[in-house]
């Protein structure tokens, strides 16, 4: 079992910063395959960011590419988003999600744990 809960999220303006945190519990935790997705109103939910158990392996959607970074510290058993260049398309609530995978899954079918979401708010 691992809990996941994310903080961070907030309201900026266009071509600010964010930076998201995801404290995760569990026993295993620090092996987990971590994940980022957001879901904005009346979309679907979709795939942000993912990272590897060891964090040497990071993938990103197109979107977002150059503009966010995901990383982790095990050792703390917390993982990030830093969010730079915001755009108003980027509002939605971003929820962090665990994946007890050694592949790191970059659909939310692949995730076994999930966070209550943290909400983003971009303005123009």
């Known amino acids: 079992q691992g809990q996941l809960v994310e903080s961070g999220g907030g309201l900026v303006q266009a071509g600010g910063s964010l930076r998201l945190s995801c404290a995760a519990s569990?026993?295993?935790?620090?092996?987990?395959?971590m994940g980022w997705f957001r879901q904005a109103p009346g979309k679907e939910r979709e795939f942000v960011a993912a990272i590897s158990r060891s964090g040497g392996r990071t993938y990103y959607a197109d979107s977002v590419k150059g503009r966010f970074t995901i990383s982790r510290v095990n050792a703390k058993n917390m993982v990030y988003l830093q969010m730079n260049s915001l755009k108003p398309e980027d509002t939605a609530v971003y929820y962090c999600a665990g994946a007890e995978s050694i592949v790191v899954p970059t659909t939310g079918q692949g995730y076994d744990y999930w966070g209550q979401g943290t909400q983003v708010t971009v303005s123009s």
């Open positions: 569990g026993r295993t935790s620090s092996s987990w395959a």
